[in-house]
């Protein structure tokens, strides 16, 4: 698995987050084309799917170019529209 850091990131991507027990069955392992591992450090066993999975999604969003949300005071500003890519899809390619 490619340290995540590293942006392994290619085209349209999917996450499959596996369960903290025993992660990933056989048959998800098989649909996936790669893996990412987030480093841990210290003493911990593992790190919660929860935080693994939000670790992950902030290093695709930098990765793919989202716009961060703006801030008024210390809150985000609510958007009427979705965040997106800077270059996002063509709205035929969508599935």
Known sequence: AARLETHPFEGDTAFVLGNEGDGLTTRQRAMCDGFVRVPQFGHARSLNVNVA?????????????????????????PLETPVGPRDPVAPDRIA
Request: cysteine-free; overall charge negative.
């Open 53 to 77: 999975g939000a670790i992950t999604l902030y290093h695709f969003a930098l990765w793919a170019g989202f716009d961060e949300r703006p801030i008024e005071g210390q809150k985000f500003v």
